[in-house]
């Protein structure tokens, strides 16, 4: 099962109103169908950024915002039992994702090895990210990855060709 809210980002504070692109969704997602749904979820998020909110998104920023999403949803699945949450948040020029889960662990980056096969995933994450930070919730942890949706002009794609 599923669970998908998409809404404006709350107000600043000091009651001002949501910069222009502001906006927020949090999906819930159960099982390994569970990776799909979040890449999907991903993609509806940032066609409203771009159709909606007038928001110039990179192709570059949502191929690592997919990328980003499978690998954080997918750790999520492979080392903690139940379910998952990701929030998806755009603001000041970036995307953050965010996915908490119920395994108490914290990740950790292992050293570059070119000859180790898989489990490159959060060395790849943490290369591509503005930001990264991982913390304790009371119940689990939450991975956050804030990634730059703009790249040079000629990377962004024109609305139409994405809607």
């Known amino acids: 099962m599923t669970a998908v809210v998409m809404e404006p980002a709350p107000a600043a504070q000091g009651g001002t109103a949501p910069e ?3 906006l927020r969704t949090s999906v819930a997602l159960e099982g390994t169908a569970g ?24 192709q570059r920023a949502w ?12 750790n999520a699945y492979k080392y903690a039992p139940g379910p998952a949450l990701m929030d998806l948040h755009l603001h000041d020029g970036t995307v953050e994702v965010a996915v908490w889960d119920s395994g108490p662990a914290l990740p950790i980056a292992r050293a570059a090895d070119a000859g180790r096969v898989g489990q490159h995933g959060l060395e790849i994450v943490m290369a591509v990210a503005q930001g990264f930070e991982a913390r304790r919730e009371p119940v689990g942890k939450r991975i956050i990855v804030r990634l730059s949706l703009e790249d040079e002009p000629h990377d962004f794609i024109p609305a139409r060709r994405l809607g």
């Open 20 to 22: 222009r692109g502001s």
């Open 35 to 58: 990776i799909a749904e979040a890449r999907r979820a991903a993609d509806a998020f940032l066609a409203r950024a771009r159709t909606e909110h007038g928001v110039l998104v990179s």
């Open 63 to 74: 191929d690592l915002t997919r990328l980003v999403v499978s690998e954080l949803v997918t």
